[in-house]
Nanobody
Framework: QVQLVESGGGLVQPGGSLRLSCAASRNIFSIYAGNWYRQAPGKQRELVATITNGDSTNYPDSVKGRFTISRDNAKRTVYLQMNDLKPEDTAVYYC?????????WGQGTQVTVSS
């Protein structure tokens, strides 16, 4: 089975930065496409970043200009760089990757933005 392992979450002050990583197991050819979602308590899961196989990206207005999704194909890893973090960014963040026609999910990592 393909495993996605997330890392990089934690507590950060408003205006700070974090970089989340989502690493796939080594026994795959490539990550076709990747997404980052977040879910805050009492709210619907929200898509915050998408990267296609051709490295096109898309973001909702809530994070556009602050978040950047990228990939390193050699490392089979998708990243989410988050800058100028705000308290409303507090959530559990989940990576989601399309690999060989199937969706896989990371375990989730907590991001807390608070002073």
């Amino acid at each position: 089975q393909v495993q996605l392992v997330e890392s990089g979450g934690g507590l950060v002050q408003p205006g700070g930065s974090l970089r989340l990583s989502c690493a796939a197991s080594r026994n795959i050819f490539s990550i076709y496409a990747g997404n980052w979602y977040r879910q805050a308590p009492g709210k619907q899961r929200e898509l915050v970043a998408t990267i296609t196989n051709g490295d096109s990206t898309n973001y909702p207005d809530s994070v556009k200009g602050r978040f950047t999704i990228s990939r390193d194909n050699a490392k089979r890893t998708v990243y989410l760089q988050m800058n100028d973090l705000k308290p409303e960014d507090t959530a559990v963040y989940y990576c989601n990757c399309l690999i060989l026609g199937r969706d896989y999910w990371g375990q989730g990592t907590q991001v807390t933005v608070s002073s």
